[in-house]
């Protein structure tokens, strides 16, 4: 069934915008985040805001006002906003967007008008798992959130800078201008024919930030209990990639039980290297370990000393009282061995 296309009179006459969510076919092996959230969770900040640095990508509608992607939009400003808070942002290119829609929802450019038939959530995270992103960068796995529980999106948002909704929106939200700090709130029953998926970069007192189209805007924490649970096909998942790992160990080193969801991830396929993988004897290995020790922002794992690498050496050793020469010689490979506890 080809995708619904909404006016967009805000873009210029007679300009659209798409939506192209399906509901999910079958329930992905996925696991939920509240199984993993101990007593010991820290608060998090009151407010949070990871968006701005995912500037400009967050603004990019990554086709989204031509062809039903709304799912590979979604994706890719994750990807934006996670590259941009660790000083490296990625932009897709529109070639990569349509490579990853065609792999994923079987889109034809070549034939639009019979292919152009949008995808879901699990689907497409299945493929980022298995495949990687057009930056490399592969899912470790993701997890679901609940909806109705403000504490644990603050706390997905907070750890690990992602939350990916899928939605059928209620008619009111697509009649109202899609303007900058827009605000979706409980607005009558959600719409089977307007499936959609909008990313969370940052949340406050109201809601949750979303970026939809590239434009930020707010919903509601209520709106988020109505519209964006199961029970009428909405969804809430937060992403895994190794840096968001290592940030939400940084920031919740004890409120999660982070050795049962390494194992869980594992166990469905998941490829987390635990500190007894860590190769201390290569370059590769040791920015693992700083990285898993909390290094912030995390290093780029690729075994080249750069400057960012050597620095956090320096960092480790004067924390250990070492002499802060930037060599890993046999001193400070014990000193990282007894830290990582192997």
């Known amino acids: 069934m080809a995708v619904k296309a909404i006016p967009a009179p805000h873009l210029g006459v007679g300009r659209t915008l798409k939506l192209g969510r399906k509901r999910p076919v079958g329930r992905a092996p996925h696991l939920k985040l509240a199984n993993y959230l101990r007593a010991a969770l820290p608060a998090g900040p009151p407010t949070v805001d990871y968006g701005p640095k995912g500037q400009p990508a967050l603004s990019n509608v990554y086709q989204n006002d031509q062809i039903g992607d709304c799912v590979i939009a979604g994706g890719y400003h994750i990807v934006a906003t996670e590259t941009g808070n660790g000083d490296d942002l990625f932009t897709a290119t529109d070639p990569q967007i349509i490579a990853d829609y065609s792999a994923i929802g079987g889109f034809n450019p070549e034939d639009p008008k019979n292919t152009d038939n949008g995808c879901d959530e699990p689907t497409a995270l299945n493929y980022w798992q298995h495949n990687g992103f057009a930056n490399g960068t592969k899912l ?13 999106l603050a706390s997905a948002l907070y750890l690990f800078e ?22 979706w709130d409980v607005a009558g029953p959600p719409v089977p024919e307007n499936g959609h998926c909008v990313i969370g970069v940052g949340y406050n007192d109201i809601g949750v930030q979303i970026d939809t189209w590239g434009t930020i805007g707010t919903v509601t924490w209520q709106a988020l209990a109505n519209y964006f649970v199961p029970q009428v096909f909405g969804a809430a998942y937060v992403l895994l990639t190794p840096d968001q790992l290592a940030k ?12 049962s969801l390494i194992a869980d991830f594992d166990s469905i396929g998941g490829t987390v290297t635990t500190p007894q993988g860590f190769d201390l004897g290569t370059m590769r290995g040791v920015q693992q370990a700083l990285n898993f020790l909390g290094t912030e922002p995390p290093l780029s794992v690729d075994g080249i000393e750069g400057p960012r690498t050597r620095a956090a050496i320096v960092a480790f050793q004067r924390g250990q009282n070492l002499a802060a020469d930037g060599i890993v010689g046999r001193r400070t490979r014990a000193a990282l061995r007894n830290a990582l506890g192997v």
């Not at 470790?140 to 644990?152: H, I, P, Q, S």
């Not at 109202?176 to 605000?183: K, Q, S």
């Not at 939400?248 to 050795?259: L, Q």
Request: proline fraction near 9%; charged fraction near 15%; avoid cysteine.
């Open 140 to 152: 470790l796995g993701w997890l679901g959130v609940d909806a109705t529980t403000r504490a644990e």
């Open 162 to 183: 992602n939350l990916l909704f899928g939605v059928e929106l209620p008619a009111a939200w697509l009649a109202a201008p899609l303007v900058p700090g827009f605000v």
């Open 248 to 259: 939400g160990r940084t920031r919740a080193p004890n409120g999660v039980a982070w050795a």
